[in-house]
Structures are given as structure tokens and as C-alpha cells.
């Protein structure tokens, strides 16, 4: 099913046009309430497409952002605007606009740090939240991983030869990817160019402001913060099986911070998974069942 959505601009505080795509519930459908989905650190609005369909069809209303410097939002002047507390601040900026009290947050990796950081200064706006792939944790070979392609300079390139770029970086993560599948994720990728050609669809100095010995320094603060989370709010925690980012013992730390939590793994897929599994779409309804 083609996913339909309304674009949707706001302003941050700092006075960025931010973009969001706004799938609106299906018609003759109660609504749910309002979903806002954050993305990961190089990832964009459009990753959420699938999940909004499902949840649409459900009766709710889904707000995919892209953050700042990503996609449709504008790039910020200062390169240390990019950072989880100016994400959480321009999460606030969009409940704000839309008159939204309070809403169910689905993060993926840096998604789920932007989520737990609005969780420890404005708990009172979310109303559960899906944390994907990422905790306080991060082992820092995971961390070196990605440091050794993301924010890189790429050269401009033609279809074919993204869809290979990206299936040499992500198919250890999504070894039963098709190649169907790897154009789709050029598609949520990329942009084209006035000659056809390809880039990244980001400013590259999203990354280049993310330290990973910030993280680790950051380690017991961010568990204060997931902790205050998971004690407001129920809360899923999704991990994909096969990942480098999330390693087991940390997801199972999570969900043990209380009764609210639960979690899920997908099969078969590592950092991070899409959200369109069956099991992590089956999970997420589950969750909005228990929203109150």
C-alpha cells in the first residue's frame, strides 16, 4: 500500500523550518491519538512510511520527522545545533504547533536518544514510546563501525551504484535484503541532483558533532533517563537480532527498569530494524493498546 501524508513545517526555536510528514488516520476510524516518529542519525521521515500505514489503519495519527539538517528540515548554520537536547526541544516546538498535550514517541537509534533526553526534561508529553535499536549503551567497536562510512564524503553517483553502496554497508545488518529492497532504500536515501545524479539525502555535519566518547561519559545519565521513562510511561524496547548497537544484556537491562516495559526481538535483522516486521508491528500495536 502507497503510504499518503501531508507535509507538515514548523519552527524550531532557533528559528529552523522543520519538516514532518503527516499521515492522517484512516477515514471512518477513531483516532488513536497522535505518533511521533523520530529517525536515526543519517535516516529521515521516509523511513517510517510502512509503520504509518499499519498504524494509520489503526486509527492514529502519525508524525514521521526529519530532523534537522536531514531531508525536508532546514540545516542549521552552527553545526552544534545537532545534538539530542536541540532534537528534544524541536520534538516540544512540534507538540506545540499542532496543539498536541501528549503523544506516543517511536525513536530508532539516535530516534531513542532524542526520546529518553525529552523523557528526563518533559516527561509529561509522552504517553508511551518505542525505543528501536539503541539504549544507553553502545559498545564503541558498534560506535567505530559507523564511524567509518557515516558523515564520509561521497561522490555523486548514479542509482544503480548507490543501491551497491548501501547494500556493502547495511547487508551484515539486513542479510535477507532483496534488491528490490536496496533501490527502495536509495529512495529513502538519497536525493537527486538538477543532473540526475545522486547524493545523501543530509548535512554531513550531523555526524561530524556526534563524539562517541560523549555517549560513553553520558552512560549514567542516560540511564537515570530511560529509567524515568520507563517508570511514567509503558514502554517497548525492539532489538534486532542480529545487532552490533544494542546488545542483549543492555535490551534486557532496559525492560528490567520496570513493569511498564516490555521487549521484542526481530529476527534475521540487525541495526536497525524497519519496524515493518511482523513481530515489531504486532508489538507496537500492542503497546498503543495500552496507552491510556
Same mark, same amino acid.
Given at each position: 500500500?502507497?503510504?499518503?501524508? !501531508?507535509?507538515?513545517?514548523?519552527?524550531?526555536?532557533?528559528?529552523?523550518?522543520?519538516?514532518?510528514?503527516?499521515?492522517?488516520? @484512516?477515514?471512518? !476510524?477513531?483516532?488513536?491519538?497522535?505518533?511521533?516518529?523520530?529517525?536515526?542519525?543519517?535516516?529521515?521521515?521516509?523511513?517510517?512510511?510502512?509503520?504509518?500505514?499499519?498504524?494509520?489503519?489503526?486509527?492514529?495519527?502519525?508524525?514521521?520527522?526529519?530532523?534537522?539538517?536531514?531531508?525536508?528540515?532546514?540545516?542549521?548554520?552552527?553545526?552544534?545545533?545537532?545534538?539530542?537536547?536541540?532534537?528534544?526541544?524541536?520534538?516540544?516546538?512540534?507538540? @506545540?504547533?499542532?496543539?498536541?498535550?501528549?503523544?506516543? $514517541?517511536?525513536?530508532?537509534?539516535?530516534?531513542?536518544?532524542?526520546?529518553? =533526553?525529552?523523557?528526563?526534561? @518533559?516527561?509529561?508529553?509522552?504517553?508511551?514510546?518505542?525505543?528501536?535499536?539503541?539504549?544507553?549503551?553502545?559498545?564503541?567497536?558498534?560506535?567505530?563501525?559507523?564511524?567509518? /562510512?557515516?558523515?564520509?564524503?561521497?561522490?555523486?553517483?548514479?542509482?544503480?551504484?548507490?543501491?551497491? /553502496?548501501?547494500?556493502?554497508?547495511?547487508?551484515? @545488518? $539486513?542479510?535477507? $535484503? =532483496? +534488491?528490490?529492497?536496496?533501490? +527502495?532504500? *536509495? +529512495?529513502? =536515501? $538519497?536525493?537527486?541532483?538538477?543532473?540526475? !545524479?545522486?547524493?545523501?539525502?543530509?548535512?554531513?555535519? %550531523?555526524?561530524?558533532? =556526534?563524539?562517541?566518547? %560523549?555517549?560513553?561519559?553520558?552512560?549514567? *545519565?542516560?540511564?537515570?533517563?530511560?529509567?524515568?521513562?520507563?517508570?511514567?510511561?509503558?514502554?517497548?524496547?525492539?532489538?534486532? +537480532?542480529?545487532?552490533?548497537?544494542?546488545?542483549?544484556?543492555?535490551?534486557?537491562?532496559?525492560?528490567?527498569?520496570?513493569?511498564?516495559?516490555?521487549?521484542?526481538?526481530?529476527?534475521?535483522?540487525?541495526?536497525?530494524?524497519?519496524?515493518?516486521?511482523?513481530?515489531?508491528?504486532?508489538?507496537?500495536?500492542?503497546?498503543?493498546?495500552? %496507552?491510556?
Amino acid at each position: 500500500m502507497t503510504p499518503s501524508y !501531508q507535509d507538515l513545517y514548523w519552527n524550531s526555536r532557533d528559528g529552523l523550518r522543520l519538516h514532518a510528514r503527516d499521515h492522517a488516520p @484512516a477515514t471512518a !476510524q477513531p483516532v488513536g491519538g497522535t505518533v511521533v516518529c523520530i529517525p536515526g542519525l543519517t535516516r529521515n521521515a521516509a523511513d517510517f512510511d510502512a509503520l504509518a500505514v499499519t498504524l494509520t489503519a489503526a486509527g492514529w495519527r502519525v508524525l514521521a520527522v526529519d530532523l534537522r539538517g536531514r531531508a525536508g528540515s532546514q540545516r542549521a548554520a552552527d553545526p552544534a545545533g545537532y545534538n539530542p537536547r536541540a532534537y528534544a526541544d524541536d520534538m516540544l516546538a512540534l507538540l @506545540a504547533s499542532q496543539h498536541i498535550d501528549k503523544a506516543v $514517541f517511536i525513536g530508532t537509534s539516535l530516534g531513542v536518544l532524542v526520546t529518553i =533526553t525529552l523523557a528526563s526534561h @518533559a516527561p509529561g508529553h509522552i504517553a508511551a514510546a518505542v525505543l528501536n535499536d539503541a539504549g544507553p549503551k553502545v559498545p564503541r567497536q558498534a560506535l567505530a563501525r559507523i564511524g567509518k /562510512y557515516a558523515g564520509k564524503p561521497l561522490p555523486p553517483m548514479a542509482p544503480e551504484q548507490a543501491a551497491a /553502496y548501501l547494500e556493502s554497508i547495511g547487508k551484515a @545488518a $539486513f542479510p535477507r $535484503f =532483496t +534488491a528490490e529492497d536496496w533501490r +527502495a532504500m *536509495v +529512495a529513502r =536515501t $538519497f536525493r537527486a541532483r538538477e543532473d540526475g !545524479q545522486l547524493e545523501l539525502d543530509y548535512d554531513p555535519a %550531523v555526524v561530524r558533532t =556526534t563524539r562517541p566518547w %560523549v555517549l560513553w561519559l553520558l552512560r549514567p *545519565v542516560l540511564w537515570r533517563a530511560v529509567r524515568t521513562l520507563t517508570a511514567a510511561a509503558p514502554v517497548l524496547v525492539v532489538r534486532g +537480532a542480529l545487532s552490533d548497537i544494542l546488545p542483549a544484556d543492555v535490551a534486557r537491562q532496559m525492560v528490567a527498569t520496570s513493569a511498564h516495559a516490555r521487549l521484542v526481538e526481530v529476527p534475521e535483522v540487525g541495526h536497525a530494524p524497519m519496524l515493518s516486521e511482523p513481530v515489531a508491528r504486532e508489538a507496537i500495536l500492542a503497546l498503543l493498546d495500552r %496507552v491510556p
